[in-house]
C-alpha cells in the first residue's frame, strides 16, 4: 500500500512535546493538519510555538520562506474533537495511561469514518491492549516517535495482534513520507529500542555496582573507545533517573522479571534521593549556574614506550575460538605503533607452527614478557590462571582500533606491575589515553556490546523485529554508532558467544544467557548480514 493521500487530513490529539512535534512533521511534509487538546490554550500555544521554529529555520536559511507559511497555515486548531471526523489518520499523543488511551480511542471510533487509520503514540503500553475493545480493533497501530520528534529519525511502527498488515504497511509508508526512518515491530514489552538498549544501563550499573571504575570513567570509556554518543551515565542525567527507571522496571515486569531486565538498586538509591539528572540540577554530574566542575575519567601516567613488540596474526587452531588476534584488531594496533616508531615484529600462531594453541590461542600480543589478549568474557585472573602466565592484561572493545582515543585495560591479580606499566606504556605510545578498570569480567564496551547484540539477537528469533530494523532502530533512534547486529558480524558471532558464555560461568547468572539465534548463528559459521 502506499503512503496516506495528502488530499487526507491527519489529526493530532495531545499537544505537548510529542504530538506538537508530529503535527510540525505532518505539515512540513505537506498534510492538513488538525492539533486538538482538552485545554485549547495549549494548542494555541503549540502552534505557536511551531510557528517560531518555522521562522528560525528561514534565519538560518535551512527553510524557505514560502515553504515556512504553506506549512503554517496546513496547521489548524481544532476546539472540539468532532473537528477530526474527516480525518484519515489520527495520531494519539496523550498521557501514557491505557485506560485514557482506550477511552479516547472508542469516543474516536463514533466520530471517524471507518476508513480513518488510528495510531498511538505510546512508548510502553501493549498496542494490542490498547485496541482489544474497539470495533474495528484491526485499523489501530502503534506509530511511535522519539523526542525530538522533529529531530529524531526513527518511528517504531508497532502490530498489535489485530492490526491489519495493511494498515501497518500504510502507517510506515506515511512515517517514510514525513522524512523518517520507519521500522516494523510486533507488540512486545520495550518494543525495539526500550527493550534492546537496556543493557546498555544494566551493564553500566553493574561496572558501577563493582567498582570497576567511577561513572565519570565508564562514560568516557564508552565514548571514546566505544564511540557512542554519551556514556550510560550522562544518557541517563540527561533521560532523567526516574524516568529510564521506571523504563526499566516496566520492560522488567512485562517479562514476568526476566533476570536480563532487572533494574538496578543503585538507580533506585538516586531516584529516592532525588538526584534526577539535569531536572533536578543533579545526578552523577553537577549542574546549572555554579555547578562544579565535572570529574574528570581516570587516565593512567605517562610510561616509557616499549622497544620491542610481537604480535600474532593468525588465531590457534582450536575449533571455534575466538578470533582475538586477527588482523582486524592486532593488525590496527600494530600500524599505529609502527607509526609511533615502535618495532612492532609479526609471531609465528601456534598453527603456523603444527601444533595446537592450547585453551586459549595465541595472545594478540607480547610485551616485556606480557601477554596481551582481547577480553573474551574472563577476567583477567581467570585468564591468567587457565594460561598458566602470570602477566595477563586485557583489552577491551574499541569501535574502530585505528581511530579510538581511548582504550581500557585491566591486569590479573597475579601480573607483576612492571608487566603491566610496559603494556600501559604500549599502548599509549599507539595514542591511547588508556584507562585502568578492575578486574571485571567481559570489561565495559565488550560486555555491554555483547549483551546489545545478544538482546537484538533475541528480538529478532522471537519475531518482534527483522534484523535489519534491530539495527535501524538503534541507530536511529538512540543514536548509536553501529547496529547491535552489524557490530557482531563484525567482531566474529563466536567472540559474542564466548564472552556472553564466561559471562554467564563467572557471574552464575541466567541474565547472561545466550539467545538461541546466535548459538544457531556461531555453529552455521553464517553471520547477519553474510
Given at each position: 500500500?502506499?503512503?496516506?493521500?495528502?488530499?487526507?487530513?491527519?489529526?493530532?490529539?495531545?499537544?505537548?512535546?510529542?504530538?506538537?512535534?508530529?503535527?510540525?512533521?505532518?505539515?512540513?511534509?505537506?498534510?492538513?493538519?488538525?492539533?486538538?487538546?482538552?485545554?485549547?490554550?495549549?494548542?494555541?500555544?503549540?502552534?505557536?510555538?511551531?510557528a517560531l521554529v518555522f521562522n528560525k529555520l528561514v534565519a538560518k536559511e535551512r527553510m524557505s520562506a514560502v515553504a515556512a507559511?504553506?506549512?503554517?497555515?496546513?496547521?489548524?486548531?481544532?476546539v472540539t474533537l468532532d473537528e477530526v471526523a474527516g480525518a484519515g489518520l489520527v495520531v494519539e499523543a496523550i498521557v501514557e495511561n491505557l485506560d485514557a488511551k482506550r477511552g479516547l480511542f472508542?469516543?474516536?471510533?463514533?466520530?471517524?469514518?471507518?476508513?480513518?487509520?488510528?495510531?498511538?503514540?505510546?512508548?510502553?503500553?501493549?498496542?494490542?491492549?490498547?485496541?482489544?475493545?474497539?470495533?474495528?480493533?484491526?485499523?489501530?497501530?502503534?506509530?511511535?516517535?522519539f523526542n525530538p520528534v522533529p529531530l529524531m529519525a526513527l518511528v517504531e511502527v508497532i502490530s498489535g495482534l489485530a492490526t491489519d498488515a495493511a494498515v501497518a504497511q500504510t502507517v510506515c509508508d506515511t512515517a517514510a513520507a514525513w522524512g523518517k526512518n520507519p521500522v516494523?515491530?510486533?507488540?512486545?514489552?520495550?518494543?525495539?529500542?526500550?527493550?534492546?538498549?537496556?543493557?546498555?544501563?544494566a551493564e553500566g550499573w553493574r561496572l558501577l555496582g563493582e567498582r570497576a571504575a567511577d561513572a565519570a570513567t565508564i562514560d568516557a570509556v564508552m565514548r571514546e573507545a566505544g564511540g557512542f554518543r554519551m556514556g550510560p551515565f550522562e544518557l541517563m542525567d540527561l533521560i532523567g533517573h526516574d524516568v529510564n527507571f521506571s523504563v526499566t522496571q516496566s520492560v522488567f515486569n512485562a517479562y514476568f522479571n526476566d533476570p536480563?531486565?532487572?533494574?538496578?538498586?543503585?538507580?533506585?538509591?538516586?531516584?529516592?534521593?532525588?538526584?534526577?539528572?539535569?531536572?533536578?540540577?543533579?545526578?552523577?554530574?553537577?549542574?546549572?549556574?555554579?555547578?562544579?566542575?565535572?570529574?574528570?575519567?581516570?587516565?593512567?601516567?605517562?610510561?616509557?614506550?616499549?622497544?620491542?613488540?610481537?604480535?600474532?596474526?593468525?588465531?590457534?587452531?582450536?575449533?571455534?575460538?575466538?578470533r582475538v588476534a586477527g588482523s582486524v584488531v592486532a593488525d590496527a594496533l600494530a600500524g599505529r605503533l609502527r607509526a609511533a616508531g615502535v618495532n612492532v615484529t609479526h609471531r609465528q600462531s601456534p598453527e603456523a607452527r603444527g601444533h595446537a594453541a592450547g585453551a586459549d590461542g595465541a595472545p594478540a600480543f607480547h610485551c616485556n614478557g606480557a601477554a596481551v589478549y582481547l577480553t573474551d568474557g574472563r577476567s583477567a585472573t581467570e585468564r591468567a590462571r587457565d594460561n598458566q602466565h602470570p602477566?595477563?592484561?586485557?583489552?577491551?572493545?574499541?569501535?574502530?582500533?585505528?581511530?579510538?582515543?581511548?582504550?581500557?585495560?585491566?591486569?590479573?591479580d597475579q601480573c607483576s606491575p612492571a608487566a603491566y606499566q610496559s603494556v600501559v606504556g604500549l599502548f599509549q605510545a599507539a595514542g591511547f589515553a588508556v584507562t585502568r578498570l578492575d578486574d571485571v569480567p567481559g570489561m565495559a564496551v565488550m560486555r555491554t556490546v555483547a549483551m546489545l547484540v545478544n538482546e537484538a539477537a533475541d528480538a529478532v528469533n522471537q519475531g518482534v523485529c527483522s534484523a535489519e530494523a534491530a539495527d535501524i532502530a538503534m541507530q536511529k533512534g538512540v543514536n548509536y554508532p553501529r547496529g547491535p547486529?552489524?557490530?557482531?558480524?563484525?567482531?566474529?558471532?563466536?567472540?559474542?558467544?564466548?564472552?556472553?558464555?564466561?559471562l554467564a560461568a563467572s557471574y552464575g547468572e541466567d541474565r547472561y544467557r545466550v539467545s538461541p539465534l546466535l548459538r544457531r548463528k556461531h555453529a552455521s559459521g553464517a553471520g547477519f548480514y553474510a
Open positions: 500500500m502506499a503512503a496516506l493521500g495528502k488530499d487526507r487530513l491527519v489529526a493530532v490529539i495531545g499537544s505537548g512535546a510529542m504530538g506538537a512535534g508530529i503535527a510540525q512533521v505532518a505539515a512540513v511534509a505537506g498534510y492538513t493538519v488538525k492539533l486538538y487538546d482538552t485545554r485549547p490554550e495549549v494548542v494555541a500555544k503549540a502552534i505557536s510555538d511551531i507559511a504553506a506549512a503554517i497555515a496546513r496547521l489548524r486548531a481544532a472508542a469516543e474516536l471510533e463514533s466520530i471517524v469514518g471507518d476508513d480513518c487509520v488510528l495510531a498511538t503514540n505510546t512508548s510502553s503500553i501493549s498496542v494490542t491492549a490498547i485496541a482489544a475493545k474497539l470495533r474495528k480493533p484491526e485499523r489501530l497501530v502503534g506509530m511511535h516517535f516494523h515491530a510486533k507488540s512486545t514489552p520495550g518494543f525495539i529500542v526500550n527493550r534492546v538498549a537496556r543493557p546498555f544501563y536480563r531486565f532487572t533494574p538496578s538498586v543503585l538507580q533506585q538509591e538516586m531516584v529516592n534521593a532525588g538526584f534526577l539528572g539535569r531536572k533536578s540540577g543533579r545526578g552523577f554530574y553537577a549542574y546549572g549556574d555554579g555547578a562544579a566542575v565535572a570529574p574528570q575519567p581516570h587516565t593512567e601516567a605517562a610510561q616509557p614506550m616499549p622497544e620491542f613488540v610481537s604480535y600474532t596474526v593468525e588465531q590457534g587452531a582450536k575449533a571455534g575460538a575466538p602477566d595477563t592484561v586485557l583489552f577491551d572493545l574499541a569501535l574502530d582500533y585505528a581511530s579510538a582515543t581511548r582504550i581500557a585495560v585491566s591486569c590479573s547486529l552489524a557490530w557482531a558480524d563484525a567482531i566474529g558471532i563466536g567472540q559474542v558467544v564466548t564472552v556472553l558464555t564466561n
